[in-house]
């Protein structure tokens, strides 16, 4: 193996329930009857972009704008949020050393936009050195968002090697599928809030909780 790819946010940290909060209070400052359950968020995790699910919630009630201005909101609020500290999830650390040691080059293949990039390497700055990436992307790198391949086959052309040189890691089956599409073989590293979808099964999917397991 050449490469590994971790794919987005959730792999590295658990952050479901601060951002559903943040949605929650966004929706306050904007004067909108919404509340966001666990189980509603959830649903919402099916689909990658934080402005894709209000606009598919709102069932066309909000125009451009003002989809605009909640997600600013949201991530204003998520921002204050995660400055209280986030961990990376189990094994993170540890696995970003091995690849260092074996020469393995390691990304980080989120479609998130560079404002909640930034947020989240602010927050794990003190767990993770962003230096160790050898390739970091965010929305603006691809034309198509997650489930589509293309920030995968960005990545293996950047990094110089091919699909079967390559292992990436998500955390949701609809991630899963980018890089599955894109010919690299997929872990599935469910957060916390993903592993309560029914759509996530062990018996077709390769699972792992603790990225310690992951042979390199």
């Not at 204003?76 to 209280?84: I, R, W």
């Not at 949701?172 to 029914?198: D, H, M």
Request: aromatic share 8%; with cysteine.
């Amino acid at each position: 193996m050449k490469a590994l790819l971790f794919g987005s946010i959730g792999v590295l940290a658990e952050t479901s329930e601060l951002q559903r909060q943040a949605y929650n209070t966004a929706f306050e400052i904007n004067d909108l009857k919404w509340h966001w359950n666990i189980g509603t968020y959830c649903s919402m995790l099916t689909e990658p972009g934080g402005q894709k699910r209000l606009a598919r919630f709102s069932g066309g009630t909000l125009n451009d704008t003002q989809i605009t201005k909640i997600h600013r909101d949201k991530q204003a609020v998520f921002e204050q949020l995660v400055k209280t500290g986030i961990q990376p999830r189990p094994g993170c650390v540890e696995l970003i050393q091995q690849c260092r040691e074996r020469d393995i080059k390691v990304a980080f293949l989120t479609t998130t936009t560079p404002h909640t990039l930034a947020i989240i390497k602010a927050g794990l700055a003190e767990s993770i050195d962003f230096n160790d990436f050898e390739l970091i992307t965010n929305m603006d790198a691809v034309d198509q968002l997650k489930p589509d391949p293309e920030v995968f086959l960005y990545a293996l052309r950047t990094l110089g090697v091919s699909a079967n040189q390559a292992i990436a890691i998500e955390d949701t089956k609809t991630n899963q599928q980018a890089a599955i599409q894109a010919g690299v073989r997929c872990y599935l590293f469910p957060g916390e809030y993903a592993t309560l979808s029914p759509n996530v099964s062990a018996e077709e999917d390769i699972i792992i909780d603790d990225l310690r397991a992951l042979t390199l």
